[in-house]
């Protein structure tokens, strides 16, 4: 046996690598948006596609979201496989009415003959002194559509592996890239991939017994640290990584919240209306007699994304993560 | 005094790299709308189009009265009539070969039947049963769309897409002057000329958006005018003239086909009728102004040239209505039928597998299914 060296590759290198992979095995596999072509992308991640495969398959777009989501839709119908890249979060809203309209639910009116494999990347989330519209997080309109998969990987694996199960997917997958991580790097083989893993399967990152941390996309390490920190206060805490909002992977979170009886759930977005009501309420729905504390949420205040001065006190750090650990003891409260 | 009053302060010089990309005379529309019958052109017109034109024509009007008809009785939930506009209808669908692709919108069913989707098929989505009653892929029509203009960079897209793979396919994307304010409309049109795509843009201008009037809709000259800004050429044509409306868009689409890019089209015609059923016209438009344009029917006009010509008599007439009847017939009979919906297909097309949340819900369906048919429920 071989051993193969190991090389630090960030999360962008691994989208890149997943949108290059995919368009190297399917011809039908084409990237488009705004700047993706000679620019390589505002972040980069499309770098080379253009120069690899040409600008038919990497295609500069005129600056027009709704029309670039409009035009994937005809594109899918003739047999291709569009990935589009949303610049910023929420330069996607003028493509709303293409994605909620049609690509979610041409499957659907169809029935069935005219499915839309269209994977639509976005960059989400603050943290990156963004200024206005540059930093919000969306993913609750889109879990809010039926018909559409949401996906957000929190760590350079998944980022090449979920992407890779995106684009393959016959059905259309908001894939929601924390902006913050794409710098974030991990060691791996450049030359064997991580294995491509299915939509709807969320992961134990690291295993705890005295509550779970439910979380994705950009609040992984945040819990992650919040975890270690946690060690010196006798919390020993569980990780549990979504990676996919929808499908929602009810069962391994439930089977962790019944270990550990408590959970508190993270995430950068709003909390009224946000993604945690919707977990918390599947969580007690589910593990009511399991549960030593109400399922707690940690979240972005319900506010307009604020400015990039003060977006520190906005997004949830450790120290929110470990006050809402504390309030988890619930007896000592009664 | 502004400065623009100025003499001699404002010098018209653009900066030394700029250039004008098109000269935009040759895209601009004609001033009048483009028109065949009743000029000494259509003596020049094949009399077996001509033949084919009225044919469907006199089909297209019995299946609009039709379909108007089974919303009364209940059995369609709406019908936006296409009467007045059956030109507009009909040759959309003739001028395409079978591998283009259409792009309905709502009122377009009649476009849709002419292209030879099942009748009954093509009125699933307004009778209430599922959303696409055929395939889109059989016929090469999209689902009819409901939201305005959202189907036009379909077209756009679906065109680009052939043409990258070598496929000698133009669509044609179907729009109401209402639609054309919709940011879609010049996205597409937009995409289309950047990209040149082998498409054609059919704006049918009845006059009215639900009630709103053409005037209150645009400031353009014409909508066709709008083409220009764009780059592409601009055609405007007289919407009840059916051989005009086969002409003009039989050469946008050897024009698209040929890869000179897209054409917009406006036809220039007139809803008769309502919105829909649902509609009172009564409150937006005097009574003389629909009598006027009943009297540009396009079915009469069609008639005119060809009974002068001698290629029609009563006895053709009455061919033609009795075809049309057998139409109205047919269609009234499968109507009048109750659909079998299955209610577990509510589930069955969502996703290609579906989700664990939906396997729970499909089993409550079923469970709840199960206990109606015992009675118990």
Same mark, same amino acid.
């Given at each position: 046996?071989?051993?193969?060296?190991?090389?630090?590759?960030?999360?962008?290198?691994?989208?890149?690598?997943?949108?290059?992979?995919?368009?190297?095995?399917?011809?039908?596999?084409?990237?488009?948006?705004?700047?993706?072509?000679?620019?390589?992308?505002?972040?980069?991640?499309?770098?080379?596609?253009?120069?690899?495969?040409?600008?038919?398959?990497?295609?500069?777009?005129?600056?027009?979201?709704?029309?670039?989501?409009?035009?994937?839709?005809?594109?899918?119908?003739?047999?291709?496989?569009?990935?589009?890249?949303?610049?910023?979060?929420?330069?996607?809203?003028?493509?709303?009415?293409?994605?909620?309209?049609?690509?979610?639910?041409?499957?659907?009116?169809?029935?069935?003959?005219?499915?839309?494999?269209?994977?639509?990347?976005?960059?989400?989330?603050?943290?990156?002194?963004?200024?206005?519209?540059?930093?919000?997080?969306?993913?609750?309109?889109?879990?809010?559509?039926?018909?559409?998969?949401?996906?957000?990987?929190?760590?350079?694996?998944?980022?090449?592996?979920?992407?890779?199960?995106?684009?393959?997917?016959?059905?259309?997958?908001?894939?929601?890239?924390?902006?913050?991580?794409?710098?974030?790097?991990?060691?791996?083989?450049?030359?064997?991939?991580?294995?491509?893993?299915?939509?709807?399967?969320?992961?134990?990152?690291?295993?705890?017994?005295?509550?779970?941390?439910?979380?994705?996309?950009?609040?992984?390490?945040?819990?992650?640290?919040?975890?270690?920190?946690?060690?010196?206060?006798?919390?020993?805490?569980?990780?549990?990584?979504?990676?996919?909002?929808?499908?929602?992977?009810?069962?391994?979170?439930?089977?962790?919240?019944?270990?550990?009886?408590?959970?508190?759930?993270?995430?950068?977005?709003?909390?009224?209306?946000?993604?945690?009501?919707?977990?918390?309420?599947?969580?007690?729905?589910?593990?009511?007699?399991?549960?030593?504390?109400?399922?707690?949420?940690?979240?972005?205040?319900?506010?307009?994304?604020?400015?990039?001065?003060?977006?520190?006190?906005?997004?949830?750090?450790?120290?929110?993560?470990?006050?809402?650990?504390?309030?988890?003891?619930?007896?000592?409260?009664? | /005094?502004?400065?623009?009053?100025?003499?001699?302060?404002?010098?018209?010089?653009?900066?030394?790299?700029?250039?004008?990309?098109?000269?935009? $005379?040759?895209?601009?529309?004609?001033?009048?709308?483009?028109?065949?019958?009743?000029?000494?052109? $259509?003596?020049?017109?094949?009399?077996?189009?001509?033949?084919?034109?009225?044919?469907?024509?006199?089909?297209?009007?019995?299946?609009?009265?039709?379909?108007?008809?089974?919303?009364?009785?209940?059995?369609?939930?709406?019908?936006?009539?296409?009467?007045?506009?059956?030109?507009?209808?009909?040759?959309? $669908?003739?001028?395409?070969?079978?591998?283009?692709?259409? #792009?309905?919108?709502?009122?377009?069913?009649?476009?849709?039947?002419?292209?030879?989707?099942?009748?009954?098929?093509?009125?699933?989505?307004?009778?209430?049963?599922?959303?696409?009653?055929?395939?889109?892929?059989?016929?090469?029509?999209?689902?009819?769309?409901?939201?305005?203009?959202?189907?036009?960079?379909?077209?756009?897209?679906?065109?680009?897409?052939?043409?990258?793979?070598?496929?000698?396919?133009?669509?044609?994307? /179907?729009?109401?002057?209402?639609?054309?304010?919709?940011?879609? #409309?010049?996205?597409?049109?937009?995409?289309?000329?950047?990209?040149?795509?082998?498409?054609? #843009?059919?704006?049918?201008?009845?006059? #009215?958006?639900?009630?709103?009037?053409?005037?209150?809709?645009?400031? $353009?000259?014409?909508?066709?005018?709008?083409?220009?800004?764009?780059? /592409?050429?601009?055609?405007?044509?007289?919407?009840?003239?059916?051989?005009?409306?086969?002409?003009?868009?039989?050469?946008?689409?050897?024009?698209?086909?040929?890869?000179?890019?897209?054409?917009?089209?406006?036809?220039?015609?007139?809803?008769?009728?309502?919105?829909?059923?649902?509609?009172?016209?009564?409150?937006?438009?005097?009574?003389?102004?629909?009598?006027?344009?009943?009297?540009?029917?396009?079915?009469?006009?069609?008639?005119?040239?060809?009974?002068?010509?001698?290629?029609?008599?009563?006895?053709?007439?009455?061919?033609?209505?009795?075809?049309?009847?057998?139409?109205?017939?047919?269609?009234?009979?499968?109507?009048?039928?109750?659909?079998?919906?299955?209610?577990?297909?509510?589930?069955?097309?969502?996703?290609?597998?579906?989700?664990?949340?939906?396997?729970?819900?499909?089993?409550?369906?079923?469970?709840?299914?199960?206990?109606?048919?015992?009675?118990?429920?």
């Amino acid at each position: 046996m071989t051993t193969v060296a190991l090389k630090p590759a960030t999360m962008a290198q691994a989208l890149t690598r997943a949108m290059r992979d995919a368009m190297a095995t399917d011809p039908a596999v084409h990237v488009m948006g705004e700047d993706v072509g000679t620019l390589g992308g505002v972040f980069r991640v499309t770098d080379g596609l253009a120069k690899e495969f040409g600008e038919d398959r990497c295609t500069d777009t005129p600056l027009a979201e709704a029309g670039i989501l409009g035009a994937a839709v005809g594109m899918a119908m003739y047999g291709l496989r569009p990935v589009v890249e949303m610049q910023f979060d929420a330069f996607a809203y003028p493509a709303f009415e293409q994605l909620i309209s049609h690509v979610s639910r041409m499957r659907n009116r169809t029935r069935g003959a005219m499915p839309l494999p269209i994977t639509v990347r976005v960059p989400y989330g603050g943290g990156i002194g963004g200024v206005e519209h540059h930093s919000d997080s969306s993913e609750a309109y889109y879990m809010a559509t039926p018909g559409l998969h949401v996906v957000t990987p929190a760590t350079v694996a998944d980022a090449y592996g979920l992407l890779r199960a995106a684009i393959a997917s016959d059905d259309p997958v908001v894939f929601l890239e924390p902006k913050r991580l794409y710098w974030s790097k991990d060691s791996w083989n450049p030359d064997e991939p991580p294995a491509v893993e299915p939509i709807g399967r969320a992961v134990v990152r690291r295993p705890g017994r005295s509550a779970t941390l439910i979380t994705y996309g950009p609040s992984l390490p945040v819990c992650l640290e919040a975890a270690r920190a946690a060690e010196s206060e006798g919390w020993d805490l569980e990780v549990v990584d979504l990676r996919s909002l929808v499908p929602f992977d009810d069962e391994t979170v439930c089977a962790s919240v019944r270990r550990t009886g408590r959970a508190l759930v993270v995430h950068e977005s709003g909390g009224y209306g946000g993604p945690g009501g919707e977990i918390a309420a599947r969580v007690t729905e589910r593990c009511f007699h399991h549960l030593e504390a109400p399922v707690l949420r940690v979240a972005g205040f319900d506010i307009p994304y604020p400015p990039p001065m003060l977006e520190r006190h906005h997004l949830p750090g450790v120290d929110r993560v470990l006050d809402a650990v504390g309030r988890l003891q619930w007896e000592a409260e009664r | /005094m502004t400065v623009m009053e100025q003499r001699g302060a404002y010098r018209p010089t653009p900066p030394p790299a700029w250039q004008p990309r098109t000269d935009p $005379a040759p895209l601009l529309p004609d001033a009048a709308p483009y028109r065949v019958l009743g000029t000494e052109a $259509a003596a020049q017109a094949d009399p077996g189009l001509l033949r084919r034109l009225y044919a469907q024509l006199v089909r297209g009007r019995r299946y609009n009265v039709q379909a108007t008809a089974l919303t009364k009785q209940g059995r369609l939930a709406v019908y936006p009539s296409s009467v007045g506009q059956e030109a507009c209808e009909v040759a959309a $669908a003739l001028v395409l070969e079978d591998r283009d692709w259409l #792009f309905p919108s709502y009122r377009d069913t009649l476009a849709v039947v002419a292209r030879g989707v099942d009748p009954v098929q093509a009125l699933t989505l307004l009778r209430g049963d599922w959303h696409t009653g055929y395939n889109p892929r059989e016929h090469r029509v999209a689902p009819l769309c409901t939201p305005l203009a959202t189907q036009l960079p379909h077209a756009v897209g679906l065109a680009h897409a052939a043409r990258l793979k070598g496929d000698d396919v133009v669509a044609l994307a /179907m729009v109401g002057d209402g639609g054309t304010s919709e940011g879609d #409309f010049h996205e597409a049109l937009n995409f289309a000329a950047v990209w040149q795509a082998p498409v054609v #843009f059919l704006v049918q201008n009845n006059g #009215f958006a639900i009630s709103v009037p053409l005037a209150k809709q645009t400031a $353009a000259p014409s909508l066709a005018h709008k083409a220009v800004g764009y780059g /592409m050429p601009g055609r405007l044509v007289d919407g009840n003239d059916a051989v005009a409306m086969y002409d003009v868009l039989s050469d946008a689409v050897r024009h698209a086909r040929a890869g000179g890019g897209p054409t917009l089209v406006e036809a220039v015609t007139y809803r008769v009728e309502a919105h829909t059923n649902a509609d009172d016209d009564k409150r937006y438009r005097a009574d003389s102004e629909v009598t006027a344009w009943r009297e540009h029917d396009p079915i009469d006009l069609l008639e005119q040239e060809l009974t002068a010509r001698g290629l029609l008599d009563e006895d053709g007439i009455r061919a033609a209505r009795e075809d049309a009847e057998t139409l109205a017939a047919d269609l009234r009979a499968r109507m009048n039928q109750d659909p079998a919906l299955d209610p577990m297909d509510l589930f069955a097309q969502v996703y290609a597998e579906p989700t664990p949340q939906l396997r729970e819900q499909r089993a409550q369906l079923r469970a709840e299914l199960a206990a109606e048919a015992e009675g118990t429920h």
